[in-house]
């Protein structure tokens, strides 16, 4: 009793202890902290002190090494055990396991056992040595057998940080796992074809026979050797019977091993997919504000062509094998699932690095669905989404969706204009299509530029054979020298501002022209800004 | 020009199909709509619009809805690429002068349906998927055009031609300066001296209207009407000396 009230007092020094805290932190940061700037040096030290290590081992099998060497290895050891109790140190609290069996007790009003704290805390630490990176730790320090000191060399998976594949390897054995039952027929059957193969050799070719066998192990070590194919030839069958035997397993060898190939083979084939997936998803997590294009349709694909025109990231989703095909030949990342398993988006990072989600399959349903489950995932993520039926655009804005865009109403729009008035069809339809030369373009305003406090007059329009359409400022700007605005949601529009409307830095001319002009005049900007701040 | 109401045949009770007939309508168009596949002609009443349904492959009922005789314009707008085709070269058949406006599902369709005759091809797709690259990435731009251009009648693109004796025959584009005058700004125009196609109007100083070219115009509707009014005031008075 009087022990476990001495804990308990203890358990709370600690707690309030600032030091105890500080060292704590300081071992953490130097150990496990991926983000202190001491770890890099501290694990190429450690890779130093492990290579060395090794390489002494190695270099003792041929040489005499001094007695330095015995105390080198010593003080190996001593660094390995230290790293060793500060990991499992930090690994957890012990004195809050403590604190929180004694305020759980003193909750339900229960004496405080301390046997059970101790059990807790003991649960806890064994979590961290049954851990495998503990266990090569382990087997780095331990071995007196000196050649087992090889094992050190594990601790390079870890200094690598080799574990973060760690999923490859569990998909490997998860691969190993689903064909159990071919692989134990087939272990069964060679461990038959073994003990039939080494007792037959052992009858006919022991020594006494007249053979090269010595014992029942070196049969089946030959045994072995044929049936891999491997025939190193140190033991040869001299009599008939020991060669017919050979024969035998040398050709149930060959099945063996071709048909352990093909099982393997088609387990990784059929894991293939889930193995680009997950490509896919380590790809992405170095981006950041990347879109997801649900559905790659026909207006997925042609907004998936103009954001690799940009070069700007993105991934699609399509629950169709040929579309996801399509989108792996044309090179973008792809990956072939429902997008309304929320787990699929979530592993694509919405919710995290992804900054855009379209929804553009051509069931206004499965559009809903994953607008919303975006939106839950994601307050700020911009959502565009596709309605196939008029009244389904409410709905989507009320999922969540930033745009609702409804492709057969634009064909409604310009189609209809066709029929009164065919060639204005043919300005908005080159407008809308994006294809021509000649598109709508805003050029921002550079502040300190040339042009920043000029007027449109200053604009070299004509020369530079662009159309002036009008000019984006903010809302507050008056609307001087223009006959018609428009108020957008945080701008204002300023529609064929006369030759003294005054341009400030930011506002944005939007004009139609040649993209060439379009460039030359940006081009343009940048320059004068550049001379003006050299002046 | 806008306002004479004219005969137009909307094949394809589809969604496209209707929303083109719904516009056309608005716009004081007769329209009828015909399609052969009897689940979306049943569709189309259900949401009130009046559907024949025909066989499109039989050109005597072709015929009897107007094709070859009253109907203006031919809309092809059904679902598949392929009876879009069929149906332009049955049209193209029996009216060679018949503009036929389509729709392609792909882009190696288009051709196709140039290839049988079709005055314009409308890749919905094509537009959508550009539409929402703009959103994303111009989105003022984007916010601008929906808002003027394609929103309310904020803004309107209109086409103008240019008749014998108007004021505006015989001027640059330049000389002109429609933008001072009337807040209207010139986008494109068909010059007869550079043939029959549309041309952005980015070097106005080399366009001199003649009888026959079309401006294309965009600007605000009141814009418009004082423009139309100086035009016709001007014809009539001419007419009237």
């Given at each position: 009793m009087a022990f476990s009230d001495l804990a308990i007092r203890f358990a709370y020094t600690l707690e309030e202890s600032d030091a105890y805290r500080r060292a704590k932190n300081a071992v953490y940061d130097l150990l496990e902290n991926p983000h202190a700037r001491i770890r890099p040096y501290f694990d190429i030290f450690?890779?130093?002190?492990?290579?060395?290590?090794?390489?002494?081992?190695?270099?003792?099998?041929?040489?005499?090494?001094?007695?330095?060497?015995?105390?080198?290895?010593?003080?190996?050891?001593?660094?390995?055990?230290?790293?060793?109790?500060?990991?499992?140190?930090?690994?957890?609290?012990?004195?809050?396991?403590?604190?929180?069996?004694?305020?759980?007790?003193?909750?339900?009003?229960?004496?405080?056992?301390?046997?059970?704290?101790?059990?807790?805390?003991?649960?806890?630490?064994?979590?961290?040595?049954?851990?495998?990176?503990?266990?090569?730790?382990?087997?780095?320090?331990?071995?007196?057998?000196?050649?087992?000191?090889?094992?050190?060399?594990?601790?390079?998976?870890?200094?690598?940080?080799?574990?973060?594949?760690?999923?490859?390897?569990?998909?490997?054995?998860?691969?190993?796992?689903?064909?159990?039952?071919?692989?134990?027929?087939?272990?069964?059957?060679?461990?038959?074809?073994?003990?039939?193969?080494?007792?037959?050799?052992?009858?006919?070719?022991?020594?006494?026979?007249?053979?090269?066998?010595?014992?029942?192990?070196?049969?089946?070590?030959?045994?072995?050797?044929?049936?891999?194919?491997?025939?190193?030839?140190?033991?040869?069958?001299?009599?008939?019977?020991?060669?017919?035997?050979?024969?035998?397993?040398?050709?149930?060898?060959?099945?063996?091993?071709?048909?352990f190939t093909s099982i393997i083979v088609s387990a990784f084939q059929e894991k293939m997919g889930e193995v680009r997936d997950r490509r896919v998803s380590l790809l992405l997590e170095k981006k950041k504000g990347y879109t997801v294009i649900c559905g790659f349709g026909r207006v997925g694909q042609v907004v998936a062509e103009y954001l690799s025109r940009d070069k700007l990231p993105f991934v699609v989703i399509d629950s169709d094998e040929d579309a996801v095909d399509l989108a792996r030949r044309l090179g973008y990342l792809a990956v072939q699932g429902k997008a309304e398993r929320i787990g699929l988006l979530q592993t694509l990072g919405v919710g995290r690095s992804a900054g855009k989600v379209l929804c553009l399959t051509g069931d206004d349903v499965v559009n809903v669905f994953v607008t919303l489950s975006t939106r839950q995932l994601d307050e700020e993520i911009e959502i565009v989404s596709r309605a196939n039926h008029h009244q389904t655009v409410n709905k989507l804005l009320h999922a969540g969706a930033n745009h609702a865009l409804e492709p057969f109403k634009i064909v409604g729009l310009i189609a209809g204009e066709y029929v009164g008035q065919p060639v204005a069809f043919e300005a908005i339809h080159g407008i809308v299509m994006g294809e021509d030369d000649i598109r709508l373009e805003a050029i921002r305003i550079p502040p300190g530029s040339w042009l920043d406090g000029g007027t449109i007059g200053d604009v070299p329009l004509t020369e530079m054979r662009l159309i002036l359409f009008g000019v984006i400022t903010t809302l507050d700007r008056s609307s001087d020298h223009v006959r018609s605005h428009f108020d957008l949601e945080d701008q204002r529009f300023q529609f064929n501002p006369g030759a003294d409307f005054v341009l400030l830095g930011e506002d944005m001319l939007l004009v139609f022209g040649h993209q060439y002009s379009v460039m030359r005049l940006k081009q343009k900007l940048k320059r004068w800004r550049w001379r003006r701040k050299n002046a | 020009m806008r306002n004479t109401s004219r005969n137009i045949t909307v094949v394809g009770a589809t969604p496209v199909?209707?929303?083109?007939?719904?516009?056309?309508?608005?716009?004081?168009?007769?329209?009828?709509?015909?399609?052969?596949?009897?689940?979306?002609?049943?569709?189309?009443?259900?949401?009130?619009?009046?559907?024949?349904?025909?066989?499109?492959?039989?050109?005597?009922?072709?015929?009897?809805?107007?094709?070859?005789?009253?109907?203006?314009?031919?809309?092809?707008?059904?679902?598949?690429?392929?009876?879009?085709?069929?149906?332009?070269?049955?049209?193209?058949?029996?009216?060679?002068?018949?503009?036929?406006?389509?729709?392609?599902?792909?882009?190696?369709?288009?051709?196709?349906?140039?290839?049988?005759?079709?005055?314009?091809?409308?890749?919905?797709?094509?537009?959508?998927?550009?539409?929402?690259?703009?959103?994303?990435?111009?989105?003022?731009?984007?916010?601008?055009?929906?808002?003027?251009?394609?929103?309310?009648?904020?803004?309107?693109?209109?086409?103008?031609?240019?008749?014998?004796?108007?004021?505006?025959?015989?001027?640059?584009?330049?000389?002109?300066?429609?933008?001072?005058?009337?807040?209207?700004?010139?986008?494109?125009?068909?010059?007869?001296?550079?043939?029959?196609?549309?041309?952005?109007?980015?070097?106005?100083?080399?366009?001199?209207?003649?009888?026959?070219?079309?401006?294309?115009?965009?600007?605000?509707?009141?814009?418009?009407?004082?423009?139309?009014?100086?035009?016709?005031?001007?014809?009539?008075?001419?007419?009237?000396?």
């Open positions: 450690m890779m130093l002190l492990v290579l060395s290590s090794v390489f002494f081992l190695l270099y003792s099998v041929k040489h005499h090494l001094g007695a330095w060497s015995g105390y080198f290895e010593d003080v190996v050891v001593v660094l390995f055990i230290l790293e060793y109790l500060g990991r499992m140190w930090v690994y957890d609290d012990i004195h809050r396991i403590i604190i929180d069996e004694y305020e759980k007790s003193d909750l339900i009003n229960e004496p405080f056992s301390l046997s059970r704290a101790l059990w807790t805390l003991f649960r806890s630490k064994w979590n961290y040595v049954s851990s495998p990176m503990a266990i090569i730790d382990l087997l780095a320090i331990l071995p007196s057998y000196r050649p087992l000191r090889i094992l050190r060399l594990f601790l390079l998976f870890r200094l690598f940080k080799l574990f973060r594949y760690a999923h490859s390897i569990q998909q490997f054995s998860s691969v190993l796992r689903e064909k159990r039952l071919e692989l134990v027929t087939l272990f069964s059957f060679l461990m038959f074809v073994l003990l039939v193969g080494s007792s037959a050799i052992y009858l006919f070719e022991a020594r006494e026979t007249g053979g090269d066998i010595d014992g029942f192990f070196e049969g089946i070590y030959w045994a072995l050797v044929t049936l891999s194919t491997v025939g190193y030839g140190d033991i040869t069958p001299h009599t008939l019977e020991g060669r017919l035997v050979t024969m035998v397993l040398i050709i149930s060898g060959l099945g063996v091993i071709s048909f | 199909g209707l929303e083109v007939a719904r516009q056309l309508t608005q716009r004081g168009q007769r329209v009828t709509i015909v399609d052969d596949y009897k689940a979306d002609v049943d569709k189309a009443h259900a949401q009130g619009f009046s559907v024949e349904q025909i066989n499109l492959q039989d050109d005597d009922e072709l015929r009897r809805v107007g094709i070859g005789g009253d109907t203006d314009v031919l809309f092809a707008l059904r679902n598949d690429d392929a009876s879009n085709v069929f149906l332009v070269i049955s049209a193209k058949a029996i009216a060679p002068d018949l503009p036929v406006v389509s729709i392609s599902g792909s882009r190696d369709t288009i051709e196709r349906l140039y290839a049988a005759g079709a005055t314009k091809v409308i890749d919905p797709y094509r537009i959508s998927g550009y539409k929402i690259y703009e959103l994303m990435h111009r989105s003022v731009i984007a916010e601008t055009m929906e808002r003027t251009v394609f929103g309310k009648v904020d803004l309107d693109i209109a086409e103008v031609h240019v008749e014998p004796g108007s004021f505006l025959h015989g001027k640059y584009l330049d000389e002109l300066s429609l933008d001072e005058r009337y807040d209207l700004i010139v986008l494109g125009v068909v010059d007869r001296n550079y043939g029959d196609h549309l041309i952005f109007a980015t070097d106005p100083r080399r366009h001199r209207m003649d009888a026959g070219d079309v401006l294309v115009i965009i600007g605000p509707e009141e814009a418009f009407a004082r423009f139309h009014n100086d035009l016709n005031a001007e014809l009539s008075g001419e007419e009237a000396g």
